[in-house]
């Protein structure tokens, strides 16, 4: 069964730190680009990096110097580093795994910055 789960969500106060964890299926994650992308309340779901099989990254502007993307093949893990966090980045965060013919989406983890 082809799964991809999130974990690493929580409140965190503005100027803070948290790693998100994406654990996919072998059969899907090996040799696949995997993405973390974010959706806030009223806004469209929006990429926020992407990181290939080779560890090539890519990263939107908005969080660029701030989050790490990175990956971790023997344990079919992505991870986003996020640090200096800003309200704005409150989100539900959810990882993708780019397929042959189709992206495979987790279920989200909700991600909220505040004091």
């Known amino acids: 069964q082809v799964q991809v789960v999130e974990s690493g969500g929580g409140l965190v106060q503005p100027g803070g730190s948290l790693r998100l964890s994406c654990a996919a299926s072998?059969?899907?994650?090996?040799?696949?680009?995997v993405g973390w992308y974010r959706q806030a309340p009223g806004k469209q779901r929006g990429l926020v990096a992407t990181?290939?099989?080779?560890?090539?990254?890519n990263y939107a502007d908005f969080v660029k110097g701030r989050f790490t993307i990175s990956r971790d093949n023997a344990k079919n893990t992505v991870y986003l580093q996020m640090n200096s966090l800003k309200p704005e980045d409150t989100a539900v965060y959810y990882c993708a795994v780019r397929g042959m013919s189709r992206y495979y989406w987790g279920q989200g983890t909700q991600v909220t910055v505040s004091s």
């Open positions: 072998g059969s899907i994650f090996s040799g696949n680009v």
């Open positions: 990181i290939t099989s080779g560890g090539s990254t």
